[in-house]
């Protein structure tokens, strides 16, 4: 029996996608300068140009800055009389102090995808109990 079971768990799996990249050239995986070459191949045509040859992939944190200072008194508005304390999950004046510091653009990318996530916990929450 365990014999039996070692020889199944050490079978190695055939893998198609791994086996071909692995099979490829160095050459063609790998070009300097250049991130995923492989990818940026097989996409021409279907992506436009500028997309598929970029080096350097942008944050949106302005976006995401701007539009939460632009909606900073509206959202304020929808966490302050919320009824999210009732599970205790965390401190609705800690968060509004945050998102003021995150408008003004203080923070990180983490910071900003856990205040969204809170404000989308509030206005869910705020929702099911109506």
């Not at 992939?57 to 009824?83: C, I, Q």
Request: proline share 6%; charged share 25%.
């Amino acid at each position: 029996m365990v014999n039996q079971l070692c020889s199944q768990v050490l079978v190695r799996r055939y893998c198609p996608k791994k086996d071909f990249a692995i099979q490829l050239s160095r050459k063609l995986r790998e070009i300097p300068g250049v991130p995923k070459p492989l990818l940026q191949e097989a996409m021409r045509g279907i992506l436009p140009e500028p997309i598929r040859t970029r080096r350097f992939k942008a944050n949106f944190n302005e976006v995401y800055w701007t539009g939460l200072s632009r909606n900073l008194p509206h959202l304020e508005a929808m966490v302050d009389p919320s009824l999210i304390d009732d599970l205790e999950i965390f401190n609705k004046k800690q968060l509004i102090e945050v998102m003021r510091q995150h408008a003004a653009g203080i923070g990180d990318v983490r910071s900003g995808s856990r205040i969204a996530t809170s404000l989308a916990l509030i206005a869910w929450f705020d929702r099911l109990r109506i």
